[in-house]
């Protein structure tokens, strides 16, 4: 379990802190076990260059060539399609007949009608 | 009488100490043991026993330790000497090309945040404080994220066989 003074602890190894500190850590095991472990990564270290972090600045956004295209690919696609799609003959289709005969009885009645109400206005 | 029996507490350990900080900086050691016998007086602590004492001298030592290393990081020319290694040895120069790439390649496996925490502070010895404002984050997370990175690089450097391997790493 870690103790409560770690990061306390942590500051004061990292050479923040007041030296009255070091009573607590050098009694504590889990604060001298973090103290050793710093010291010793530190000695290892000791001779190799640490780069600064590099600071990755903020970018426009990136413009997606490869959906683009396939974007671009899909219109002309389409455009080719619907135009194949004009010029090419359309296809014969019987036509639907309809019943012709039975239409000109219809109106040979309605004009009969037309005519007798003619009639009526005659005699009217 | 306090002022006393420390000299005697000092005078017992002044030979361990200065063996211990002779194998980690060399001829920086004397002048390193001054400034912890220096701390010692000053803390003005007082130790029941003569176990306590010595591991709160080790524990200033450790201290002062990871201050030296930070400050002489960039001047292994000043270690050289120190330790008889001689750079110039390619086997040596080898070694160290390793252990420069694998703790670059060991950071950037790292998340940013936390390997960003390490460079700042090997690098610039930036403060806590103000990587933890440069970052948007609280002291502790700041403080975290420098022993994560620690934690991280000391299994490397076991890994490595830089570092004897240990109970809590």
Same mark, same amino acid.
């Given at each position: 379990?870690?103790?409560?003074?770690?990061? +306390?602890?942590?500051?004061?190894?990292?050479?923040? !802190?007041?030296?009255?500190?070091?009573?607590?850590?050098? !009694?504590?095991?889990?604060?001298?076990?973090?103290?050793?472990?710093?010291?010793?990564?530190?000695?290892?270290?000791?001779?190799?260059?640490?780069?600064?972090?590099?600071?990755?600045?903020? +970018?426009?956004?990136?413009?997606?060539?490869?959906?683009?295209?396939?974007?671009?690919?899909?219109?002309?696609?389409?455009?080719?399609?619907?135009?194949?799609?004009?010029?090419?003959?359309?296809?014969?289709?019987?036509?639907?007949?309809?019943?012709?005969? !039975?239409?000109?009885?219809?109106?040979?009645?309605?004009?009969?009608?037309?005519?007798?109400?003619?009639?009526?206005?005659?005699?009217? | 009488?306090?002022?006393?029996?420390?000299?005697?507490?000092?005078?017992?350990? /002044?030979?361990?100490?200065?063996?211990?900080?002779?194998?980690?900086?060399? *001829?920086?050691?004397?002048?390193? &043991?001054?400034?912890?016998?220096? /701390?010692?007086?000053? &803390?003005?602590?007082? %130790?029941?026993?003569?176990?306590?004492?010595?591991?709160?001298? %080790?524990?200033?030592?450790?201290?002062?330790?990871?201050?030296?290393?930070? @400050?002489?990081? /960039? @001047?292994?020319?000043?270690?050289?000497?120190?330790?008889?290694?001689?750079?110039?040895?390619?086997?040596?120069?080898?070694?160290?090309?390793?252990?420069?790439?694998?703790?670059?390649?060991?950071?950037? @496996?790292? @998340?940013?945040?936390?390997?960003?925490? %390490?460079?700042?502070?090997? *690098?610039?010895?930036?403060? %806590?404080?103000?990587?933890?404002?440069?970052?948007?984050?609280?002291?502790?997370?700041?403080?975290?994220?420098?022993?994560?990175?620690?934690?991280?690089? *000391?299994?490397?450097?076991?890994?490595?066989?830089?570092?004897?391997?240990?109970?809590?790493?």
């Amino acid at each position: 379990m870690n103790c409560v003074e770690r990061e +306390r602890t942590l500051a004061w190894i990292g050479g923040e !802190g007041n030296d009255a500190h070091a009573v607590h850590v050098s !009694g504590c095991v889990d604060c001298s076990q973090l103290l050793t472990l710093h010291e010793e990564v530190g000695f290892a270290l000791r001779k190799v260059e640490i780069q600064a972090p590099v600071l990755v600045r903020a +970018r426009p956004p990136r413009i997606r060539w490869g959906w683009l295209v396939l974007a671009a690919a899909v219109v002309v696609i389409g455009f080719g399609y619907r135009w194949t799609a004009v010029v090419e003959p359309i296809p014969s289709v019987d036509p639907v007949l309809l019943d012709a005969e !039975g239409f000109d009885e219809d109106i040979d009645d309605l004009e009969a009608e037309i005519a007798a109400i003619e009639e009526d206005f005659d005699i009217l | 009488m306090h002022a006393v029996r420390l000299e005697d507490r000092i005078d017992r350990h /002044r030979d361990a100490l200065t063996a211990f900080l002779r194998r980690r900086v060399g *001829s920086d050691a004397e002048e390193l &043991s001054q400034e912890v016998w220096l /701390r010692v007086v000053r &803390s003005q602590a007082r %130790f029941a026993d003569e176990a306590a004492f010595r591991a709160f001298v %080790f524990t200033i030592a450790r201290r002062l330790l990871i201050d030296h290393y930070r @400050k002489h990081q /960039r @001047k292994p020319e000043m270690l050289e000497e120190a330790e008889g290694q001689d750079l110039e040895n390619p086997e040596n120069q080898l070694v160290a090309h390793q252990l420069a790439d694998r703790v670059d390649a060991e950071l950037r @496996k790292m @998340k940013p945040e936390i390997s960003q925490v %390490f460079r700042w502070r090997a *690098s610039e010895q930036v403060s %806590f404080q103000e990587i933890a404002d440069r970052q948007g984050v609280g002291l502790n997370t700041a403080l975290g994220r420098m022993h994560r990175a620690v934690q991280k690089l *000391s299994e490397a450097l076991v890994d490595l066989g830089v570092l004897p391997p240990g109970e809590d790493r």
